[in-house]
């Protein structure tokens, strides 16, 4: 409906929407450039997502939720960031630490990995990783030695599920950092994971973080899942919602 | 080129209105699209369009005597309307049977508006209560979209048969409502003699003095006079307090003790579709043609709000208002993530008891709390009769593991000490944190068929009815109502 708003009112219009909105609106401008507080809030978020990728993730956090720790090909931030191939593999060395000292042929194997976002997984894991090991656990789910991988990629579980010859992985890596926020996580999972399986096969639960999926609902949700992949010995495409028992027949 | 995306059956929600009126029985059907709405990861299923498909004819209440209504006669004409409708009892999703005005205090309101539910389609719910029919005729005439749009303040007036519902809706939905026992009615004419005089007109009539009795031949003059004094209580309503002392007596459920400023009035209802329309200098037409005080109402109605400088605007809807919002309106989608016993579903009417927000309480205290809201339930209710309460939780707190584990050990042991094992009990939260609860609560409450439902906000007193989940989704149609017979 047309009203002829004041030009109060037309503040208060905008205030709502922005309110509603993550994106920079109604910001204003200063001949042809940003305010300066535009410019300072845009290069802090910057700043928090830079931090973000090229962070650690504690050894306090590795230790407090007792995962296994080892590293990809990668030596470094750069190479990470120029090698995806290398986050994505791991060496014999490492394999063969993996299989002395982890359980063999869980049911599912767990693996936390960096990503591109360290925030991400030092603001998640903590309260996503208990409610999924209580909800597999709950389910009669045999759970092997969680693991923690520095410089990894998503595919980097197909390396070391084949290695340790899990029935299906779960992988809760960073997601790469945005202006809006760089806490999300992503959760991927595979069943009979191998070296090489497509994306295709993938299962992926996407913006878990306080202002997305709750890491604890996420939790709950991926246990939820995991328990079907198993049941159904599939994921990805092969287990796709339509063919998801939730409808009472 | 036009992208359309596939027809898929899960879409759409076939959804009726039924309303069982002082004066009038109607049914409405529509079509309820569902969308997905919300961030990636965390998207929701919500109503998003709302199409009604077909209005049915309006039938006079049929009733045995002035104080039961005939509910055969009542299931007659829904089977008809529905036939002519196309629609097959079970190709209905959802919706609600809502029975209005002076039918809820009529003695076998409560089957009645049961048996209807049960009868037509797999989740259609019963529902009344005065203030939630105003809502709902506000939502149903688009009053309150008219408000979100516009963003004013809008009184949505629904004058009927045997009440006037109020409920007054801004930018961000309803505010508040206001309820009076005054309606078309409640006055009877025939054969130019008076042949009902309802205690509300009655007490009306007595206070000014109008030496109105039932058999006394019809004048008019004072019948206006009467319909002035019934319509300036209508506008007191809106603008008090203070409020006439008439008014207060005449309230149903408590008024507002804030006034408010209103931007605008849409009256709806079968009296409330003529204000405005219906003036005796202009109509050739017999004032007393519907047999009641209907026409004079609206007419007082119309020159009350004018004297009070209030602005009153038309909006599509009015005679139906209530049944097309019972119809599209009282469904509510769930969370994504939940954790349910399908088994169990659907649930019906069970009583909710909110244990409000727990954001504050510490987990020593947690268990008392807990505690109260079970001994409240079990106090106030036949549990295992009612078939179990639902306990609603505006805020759990910081959804962290920890506080989601404190939360459900005192749940469990609260619900051990003080609630009958293997009666249902379902948890509604606000926060998206149902899977989560649900998973906890289950290892702890093994004893109790479980359901834990989120994104929804509910209140002590209200009653939740819980559907089957929507095809291929982990969604659950949900509808929170009030059920006050005899208000």
Known sequence: MATNNSPDELDEVLDRIAERNPSRLGVGRAGSRPRTPTLLEFRSDHGVARDAVHSHVSDELIETMELFAVQTLVEDKDEYLARPDKGREISEATAELLRDSCQRAPQVQLIV???????????????????????????????GTPV?????????????????????????????????????????????????????????????????????????????????????????????????????? | MVFEPPADAASTLTSVGID???????????????????????????????????????????????????????????????????????????GAVIVTGETARTANAEPLAHQLADENGSFVVATAGAALEAILAGQGAGSATHAADSETTIANVDVGGGTTNTAIFDVDGVIETRCLNVGGRLVGVADGKLTKLADPARRVSEKHSLDLSVGKPVDAEKLSRLAAAMASLVIDSLLGPPYNQLTLQLSIGPLPKKPLEVDAIVF????????????????????????????????????????????VIRLSEDLRATVIGAGTHTTRLSGRTICVDSELLPLRNLPVISAGSLAEIDDSALTATFSTVFSQATRWYDVRDVGGVAVGIEELGELSYDR????????????????????????????????????????????????????????????????????HSETVPAVVKTLVFGE
């Open chain 1, 148 to 249: 923690f991988v520095t410089y990894g990629r998503v595919d980097v579980m197909d390396a070391i599920g084949e290695e340790i010859d899990a029935e299906c992985c779960v992988i809760l890596i960073g997601e790469r950092p945005g202006l809006a926020t760089a806490e999300s996580l992503s959760a991927y999972m595979v069943y009979g994971p191998e070296r090489g399986t497509p994306t295709a096969k993938k299962t992926v639960i996407s913006n878990i973080h306080d202002g997305g999926l709750p890491p604890v609902e996420a939790g709950a949700e991926i246990a939820d899942l995991v328990d079907e992949m198993c049941d159904k010995q599939a994921s990805g495409l092969d287990l796709t919602s339509a063919d998801r028992e939730f409808a009472k027949d």
């Open chain 2, 20 to 94: 069982v009126g002082t004066t009038t029985t109607h049914l409405v059907v529509s079509e309820l699209a569902v969308e997905s709405a919300g961030v990636s990861g965390a998207e929701k299923l919500e109503i998003g369009d709302r199409t009604v498909c077909f209005r049915g004819p309006v039938h006079e209440t049929p009733l045995l005597t002035p104080e039961a209504v005939d509910i055969e006669r009542v299931a007659e004409h829904i089977d008809a309307d529905l036939a002519a409708a196309g629609v097959a009892p079970e190709d209905i999703d959802t």
């Open chain 1, 113 to 143: 990995a960096d990503g591109l976002s360290s925030t991400a997984v030092e603001r998640n894991i903590p309260d996503l990783l208990p409610i999924l090991t209580d909800g597999l656990d709950q389910r009669g789910l045999d759970v």
């Open chain 2, 268 to 311: 709806t209802g079968g009296v409330g579709r003529l204000v405005g329309e219906y003036t005796i200098s202009t109509a050739s037409a017999d004032p007393f043609a519907y047999n009641d005080l209907g026409p004079l109402l609206a007419e007082a109605l119309a020159e009350t709000a004018a004297d009070s400088q209030l602005s």
């Open chain 2, 404 to 471: 989601l584990q404190e939360v459900a050990v005192s749940f469990a042991s609260a619900l051990n000490d003080n609630y009958p094992p293997s009666v249902p009990i379902v948890v509604v939260t606000e926060q998206n944190c149902a899977k989560a609860l649900g998973q906890l609560l289950e290892a702890r409450c093994v004893d109790w068929p479980l359901t834990v439902i989120d994104e929804l906000a509910v209140g002590t007193g209200s009653y939740l009815d819980i559907g089957e989940p929507l095809t």
